[in-house]
């Protein structure tokens, strides 16, 4: 059989630029900061078989500051399979819980992000992960993260969710993921999301552990959005026993890949001084 040399290859990102002003508890300050501005290239190969092979590889790159080795980052990169059975990935990727949190967090990226207050936000290299079919509407996602060395950890990241994250097929999209062992943490969380008319509306619960200790901290996250025109109204609120965050903002969409935002978020930290942050900011997305 002869094969063609030539693949589909995708070119793509976004650069999100901000001007901030920050109290982070200690005096005020202006900044630049580049949000998990990213570049990337992905690809699919059809196979024999009815298989079809995946890849991407995909880097965060700071737009604000020259931070030397830092400046350039490695996001999600793998070689992945799929067919019937579902898809399987190699190399890096994004944790079941994060990647099944990340359409409920409407200030992913940001300094709203859950990541600041919940562990389970993880990104696992030498990671083998299954995503299955559709099975009724359900998915069963797994990863698995390797030791990398005699002295390391082997740990797990499972879930099962319903729907899809765009509320395109389905009216609700809920998940339940646990991890086991991820980067020294046990989580367990649940969180759904639906919208109704112009509203989309999301609710997570979330407990979080050492995985060599007994004592737990749980919390809990509500946030809303509404759709007008070009534009989103968005707010969220986030617990972890007494350390809370409340994020409220706004998107203007100026054309189909490029908008402006405006946001604004206050934590409140167990013995630490209250923090907040006020941002305006520019988001264009790429894709050849």
């Known amino acids: 059989m002869q094969y063609t040399s030539a693949e589909p290859l995708t070119v793509y990102g976004k650069a999100n ?31 024999d078989n009815g298989l079809t092979l995946l890849y991407q590889i995909e880097w965060e790159v700071d737009l604000a500051n020259l931070s030397g080795s830092d400046n350039i980052k490695a996001r999600e990169q793998y070689v992945g399979l799929s067919g019937d059975f579902g898809t399987l990935y190699i190399g890096r990727k994004d944790s079941v819980t994060k990647t099944n949190s990340a359409a409920r967090d409407l200030f992913n990226n940001y300094q709203g992000d859950l990541k600041y207050l919940w562990k389970g936000e993880n990104r696992l290299s030498e990671s ?34 319903y729907g899809d994250s765009k509320l395109k097929n389905s009216k609700w999209n809920a998940s339940l993921t646990i991890d086991s062992d991820i980067n020294g ?104």
């Open 17 to 47: 630029v901000s001007l901030q002003y920050a109290d982070e508890g200690e005096g005020s300050f202006s900044e630049v900061s580049s949000n998990a501005s990213r570049a990337g290239v992905k690809g699919n190969v059809d196979l």
């Open 185 to 288: 943490y046990d989580t367990q969380r649940a969180s759904v999301q639906t919208k109704v008319d112009s509203w989309l509306f999301s609710a997570m619960a979330h407990r979080q552990k050492k995985s060599d200790q007994d004592e737990s901290d749980s919390g809990w996250l509500v946030s809303a959005q509404y759709a007008y025109t070009q534009w989103k109204f968005k707010s969220q609120f986030q617990t972890l026993e007494d350390n809370n965050s409340v994020s409220v903002g706004a998107d203007y969409q100026l054309g189909k890949s490029t908008q402006v935002y405006v946001w604004y978020t206050m934590q409140s930290l167990d013995d630490t001084p209250d923090k907040s942050w006020l941002a305006l900011g520019i988001e264009h997305k790429f894709q050849n």
């Open 128 to 161: 083998l992960t299954y995503e299955s079919m559709d099975i009724n509407g359900f998915h069963f996602d797994f990863n698995y993260v390797t030791k990398g060395s005699e002295d390391g950890e082997d740990g797990a990241s499972v879930g099962l969710r």
